[in-house]
């Protein structure tokens, strides 16, 4: 198992910019893929971003494609999710997740460990 905790959520204006990142114990973090999902009130979690073990293998869904980046720098134990050209539909609050396995995993059921979520808030 392994212990996860998001930061570098908060308020920014539409066209902004912010990290997350996602600080992991526990489990060897680096053998494992990671992702990114959102959810908003009353809505079902929605994948974002992963990546596979050793940060050469990515994918993004359709909506932050171009937009997201993320990476991972496996001596820090730590992933991240870069967010550029925010806008009010990526307001929500965004979760980091440790896959089961070492590839790219776009489906919820790939993760085994979740973070508690931070808060990303784009005023318009």
């Known amino acids: 198992q392994v212990q996860l905790v998001e930061s570098g959520g908060g308020l920014v204006q539409a066209g902004g910019s912010l990290r997350l990142s996602c600080a992991a114990s526990?489990?060897?973090?680096?053998?494992?893929?990671m992702g990114w999902f959102r959810q908003a009130p009353g809505k079902e979690r929605e994948f974002v971003a992963a990546?596979?073990?050793?940060?050469?293998?990515?994918y993004y869904a359709d909506s932050v494609k171009g937009r997201f980046t993320i990476s991972r720098d496996n001596a820090k134990n730590t992933g991240y999710l870069q967010m550029n050209s925010l806008n009010a539909e990526d307001t929500t609050v965004y979760y980091c997740?440790?896959?089961?396995?070492?590839?790219?995993?776009?489906?919820?059921?790939?993760?085994?460990?979740w973070g508690q979520g931070t808060q990303v808030t784009v005023s318009s």
């Open positions: 997740a440790s896959s089961r396995f070492s590839g790219v995993g776009i489906l919820r059921a790939n993760y085994g460990d």
């Open positions: 526990g489990r060897t973090f680096s053998r494992y893929g």
């Open positions: 990546i596979n073990w050793g940060g050469k293998s990515t």
